[in-house]
């Protein structure tokens, strides 16, 4: 065993048996480079990355590619998910000099952390228009020894080019007009597929963001129906196709296709946690129960699979698995989906007389479906999607629609029995605060949009629980303190702006969810942190670090937003939202100046920013809140919670228990009186009008 045992990261452990002798990342590796002059060899991935297992088996395993790493280099492993600084530099330098990026991520650096030379996966021996790992190797360590100056100049220049690409353009100082939102409208329609759905070819990647967006940008122009109708047919596309388990539920990473139908197999929390706000905001805007059915299928998967047993939320599930026909053969190779795909025979011999239903319902076909197959992992095998409606398939048995549906419930309870007996794909059980936080609010905001559900309860006490593990394990009330990561009873690594930023989003919501001062005391206090250890006094927005550590080469402000959002946007609608509970204008004036830093011209950027337009579209909407004052408002918190509206506020207040507590918090309640069943302060920039306490009235002044 190398020295990544004595780590907690799941992703180095699983290279802990290698023969390289690897390092984490930090001081003590970069003072060996510098004491017996060697370059850095950087391998950056996370622990459910299917191809970081390939190049693992082919050559982090490999004995004699091991003797030349250690005899050259010294090899540093890092786990992007734990430290996405380290990542996000070195990943800006692979793009810049490549142009494209992924893991695993190959980076080698000079002692004083300047790289030189990068890529993503590399095969043992050249193939698939790669160049051999082998040779490249050897090639850098001859460069190494034989031409250092070069080296060096070459590490000198890219640095400063890196320097350059990351320090972005000059700061604006100017807040785009709403006419920007529209032109971020078009250029979504000129990259939309009105075939499949999505943005753009294969692969496809959800980007929950650019629809949160675009529903906004719905919400705002009401009678225009190209956003939503992007966003239905991209959600609906998404949740038919073979991304989304369709026996256990939950999403996978991506799809490698135009249409939604090959998944990479992974399952990340951060997108069940997106693309649940996503469905549940469909679902309020557009009635359509097939949107908060998958939202719903997705945090039964979360709760089921996701949970730690005290609460808290683990980070994802892998690719790969062991093969069920050969779980008794160790020798066995795990390979990419075998946990979720199924032979033509295993469905004939699962479910009998059902076996054609499920044909029909799933695409299941005798040679198998997979329409992409590059590397022969699912010969024969069929990877799950809609390919027919209930309708059809019912009446194709003869059968009526709720007949169908039920035989349907039967069939998948059969096929996720059948598939619990399996191998399952590895878990990755550390708790990331980030993750946790999108988790929080997508729970928060299914427990107040989705009150009639039979598990609202259950979603708000998961929401809650997790809420309460981040604060007992990883927030330090005395030194003010937040840790982005707890596993295995050991809470480390000091947080960065996007832990902050996506746990405030959290308890914003579930303040919102349960009126509990608690929540939004801490969300204040965070935020205020937040502000001291990121927030850029010069040119706005927030910095991912605080700049401190000596072994992170530069300070980067993230302004992509990916597939997790960049730090600053979410930021900026979480002081946007504090503003509108709390009227302090320390919050309005940074949304103010980080919003200006991007200028006028922002909406031609929208493929790049769509979650600081969420932000600017709510800094162009009123604000609105929406107090909601008595225990029993169960038929008024219905009529809320089928409007959409994006750009308000919600606060329950009950006037025996957070009444009082919330007065110093958020005076405008104070006085709100409502009678047994409730009533509802409708109010506009703090300025309420009479309560209302019917759903009929309420709807008028909702409207």
Known sequence: MNRLARERSPYLLQHAANPVDWYPWGAEALERARREDKPVFLSIGYSTCH?????????????????????????????????????????????ATTGAGGWPMTVFITPDLKPFFGGTYFPPASRFGRPGFVDLLTEIARVWKDDRSKVNEAASELTQRLIAVTSGSPAESEIAPVEALDMAVEQFLGAFDHKNGGFGGAPKFPRPSELLFLLRAHARRGSVETPLRMVRETLRAMALGGMRDHVGGGFHRYSVDAEWRVPPFEKMLYDQAQLTLAYLEAAQLTAEPFYATV??????????DMMHKDAGFYSAEDADSVPHELASDPRARKTEGA???????????????????????????????????????????????????????????????EEGA??????????????????????????????????????????????????????????????????????????RTLLRRYRDGEAAIDGYAEDYAYLIWGLLELFQATGSPHWLEWAIALQKRQDELFWDAADGAWFSTTGQD??????????????????????????????????????????????????????????????????????????????????????????????????????????????????????????????????????????????????????????
């Open 406 to 479: 039920a035989i349907l419930s039967r069939i998948r309870q059969k096929l996720f029995d059948a598939r619990s007996a399996r191998p399952r794909p590895h878990l990755d059980d550390k708790i990331l605060t980030a993750w946790n936080g999108l988790m929080i609010a997508a729970f928060a905001r299914a427990a107040r949009v989705l009150p009639a559900s039979p598990d609202a309860a259950r979603y708000t006490k998961a929401a809650e629980a997790a809420a309460s593990f981040i604060h007992d394990n990883l927030w330090n009330p005395q030194s």
């Open 550 to 703: 000596p072994t992170v080469l530069l300070r980067l402000k993230e302004d992509y937003d990916g597939a997790e959002p960049a730090a600053s946007s979410v930021a900026a609608l979480n002081v946007l939202t504090l503003a509108h509970l709390t009227r302090g204008d320390q919050y309005r004036e940074k949304a103010e100046r980080t919003l200006a830093r991007y200028g006028t011209r922002v909406g031609a950027a929208a493929r790049v920013v769509p979650m600081m337009l969420c932000a600017l579209s709510t800094w162009h909407a009123p604000a609105m809140q929406v107090v909601v004052v008595g225990r029993r408002a169960h038929a008024l918190e219905n009529e809320i919670a089928s409007h959409f509206l994006p750009f308000a506020v919600h606060i329950p207040v009950d006037p025996d228990r957070t009444q009082t507590a919330l007065r110093n918090l958020l005076p405008f309640v104070d006085g709100m009186k409502a009678p047994d069943g409730g009533a509802v302060y409708v109010c506009r920039d703090f300025t309420c009008h009479q309560p209302v306490g019917t759903p009929e009235a309420l709807r008028k002044e909702l409207a």
């Open 339 to 401: 946990f979720y795909v199924f032979s033509d025979a295993e469905i004939g011999s699962l479910l009998g007389d059902d076996a054609a239903i499920a044909r029909a319902r799933f695409g299941v076909l005798p040679g198998g479906n997979a329409p992409s197959d590059p590397h022969g992992e699912f010969t024969g095998k069929n990877l799950l999607y809609i390919a027919e409606p209930i309708a059809a398939v019912a009446a194709g048995a003869g059968a009526s629609d």
């Open 295 to 304: 939202a719903e299928d997705t945090l039964r998967y979360v709760l089921r």
């Open 51 to 95: 191809w970081c297992h390939v190049m693992e088996h082919e050559s982090f395993e490999d004995q004699a590619i091991a003797d030349l790493l250690n005899a050259s280099f010294v090899s540093i492993k890092v786990d992007r998910e734990e430290r996405p600084d380290v990542d996000r530099v070195y990943m800006s330098f692979v793009q």
